[in-house]
């Protein structure tokens, strides 16, 4: 059976890199050739791409012209939603991540559990007969028993470094944004007008927004005051400060330069960083979630409470979490955990908490349910009509405005991300290192067969069968 290549970009390597490569690493194993790499390179060279079946992560307004030009170039898209494991409010969630127009492009979505796929469900403008599959995701296939040996020596390399560490990780970007476009708002362009919506606050009603920026805030400023008492109440223990890739990080490292013990780090995957602390703080970060499936003792700093965003938006981690209201709390729960006298939190609701909100925890691979879907539309893939030659044309000519636009963009002031940012999100790996993590997961998967890799163009590589 012809197997179409599958398109998968990613666009916080950090994040995304492992997770999907393990998604081509077990596509390989079916006969699939894949390209990854950067999101960004992939979109603007998309012309480039043999056609095949374009894994996207998001269905909102800002896909609906690279869809446009992935449809006239023959590409399949599918995709699943990288916010939608924790997630606002419904009629905001719809707002904000969903587009009828771009959802009507797509062949197939992939959901993390079965509350991804019930929110999708109720959305009213939801295509008839789009299949939503219940498959789980990429990144919590790394969280599971069977593939922890990924970053073995990565974890051991951190406790060497760091000895006994807290781990804070931090999701502040809507007020503390990479750069001043990308929070809730905008800088105000003068003390008396009102700030504009930036692009984390696009889809959201104002007054929610304006709720959320102040309560983020108030939530923002205590954390940064409870990274010095932490550092003097366990001298002996090490706090590593890690900000959210789309955050400045600026201000915590001005905290780590006047504290001893206190480092600040966004290197890598956070899976091996979870698995080498002895606690993770937070406040309502997915990394709340990762901790509680890894066995991580994980607390949930809630200096401020506002039900409108923590019994909604921040539900699931917080809810997997030790909850600590004050400063004295984080200190109490953690002299406990690291004296041994207490670990995660534990219960069946927490457990059917994670149950419905994570599918694939146990069974087949997230990978691989999602591998099974992609080769029941490999198999009608030759059904599907190429495009005529003129579309085709059109989409190679779109393709090539979108690139030069976007070149010529970058450089110019505005509230669109400068090149630093992108830089900052995927700053690369070399063949080298993606061969050496390929290797990794071969033996994790039980399956010693060689995969090849080679370069494709600047930041993304092609991966097949040997």
């Known amino acids: 059976m012809y197997r179409p290549p599958l398109i998968i970009p990613v666009e916080n390597q950090v994040r995304e890199l492992d997770p999907k490569l393990l998604l081509a690493v077990v596509a390989a194993r079916r006969g699939f050739t894949s390209y990854i790499g950067s999101h960004r390179v992939i979109d603007l060279r998309i012309d480039a791409f043999p056609r095949g079946l374009y894994l996207n992560k998001s269905m909102t307004a800002r896909n609906i012209k690279m869809f446009e030009i992935m449809r006239r170039l ?16 419904a009629e905001i969630y719809y707002s904000r991540r969903l587009s009828p127009v771009a959802l009507g492009y797509l062949s197939h979505l992939f959901a993390w559990g079965e509350d991804n796929a019930e929110l999708w469900r109720a959305y009213p403008e939801m295509p008839s007969g789009l299949p939503i599959h219940v498959t789980g995701n990429p990144r919590n296939d790394l969280l599971r028993p069977q593939m922890r040996g990924f970053y073995r020596e990565e974890a051991q390399a951190i406790r060497e470094r760091y000895g006994d560490f807290v781990l804070v990780n931090t999701n502040f970007n809507h007020v503390n944004a990479f750069f001043p476009g990308g929070g809730l ?27 959320l920026r102040d309560h983020k805030q108030a939530i923002f400023e205590a954390f940064l005051g409870l990274v010095p008492p932490i550092a003097r109440s366990f001298p002996g223990v090490s706090v590593v400060i890690r900000p959210h890739p789309t955050e400045n990080q600026e201000v915590y490292r001005r905290v780590a330069a006047a504290h001893e013990g206190v480092h600040v780090s966004n290197e890598g995957n956070v899976v091996p960083w979870l698995l080498a602390a002895r606690a993770l703080v937070h406040n309502g970060c997915t990394t709340g979630v990762e901790a509680y499936a890894l066995g991580l003792p994980g607390l949930a700093f809630r200096p401020v409470v506002n039900p409108v965003y923590d019994d909604t938006f921040y539900r699931l981690p917080n809810g997997l979490s030790h909850q600590c209201f004050s400063e004295s709390e984080v200190e109490s729960t953690l002299r406990e955990v690291l004296a041994g006298r207490l670990g995660p939190p534990a219960g069946e609701e927490r457990q059917a908490l994670l149950s419905r909100y994570l599918a694939a925890m146990d069974g087949p691979l997230a990978c691989e349910r999602m591998v099974e879907v992609l080769e029941g539309v490999a198999e009608r893939f030759d059904d599907i009509p190429r495009p005529p030659l003129l579309e085709r044309l059109s989409g190679r000519v779109r393709a090539k405005r979108r690139l030069w636009s976007r070149k ?30 390929i290797d990794r997961f071969r033996p994790l998967l039980g399956d010693a067969r060689p995969i090849h890799a080679e370069p494709f163009a ?4 092609r991966v097949r069968p040997a």
């Open 185 to 211: 708002f905008r800088p105000p362009e003068a003390p008396d007008v009102p700030a504009e919506l930036g692009q984390g606050g696009v889809g959201m009603p104002r007054e929610f927004a304006e709720g």
């Open 408 to 437: 010529t963009r970058e450089h110019r002031p505005g509230p669109h991300a400068p090149p630093e940012f992108h830089r900052h999100r995927y700053p690369g790996v070399t063949l080298d290192e993606l061969r050496e993590r």
């Open 74 to 89: 023959g590409q399949v898209v599918v995709s699943w939603d990288e916010e939608a494991l924790v997630h606002l409010p």
């Open 458 to 461: 600047d930041h993304v590589f």
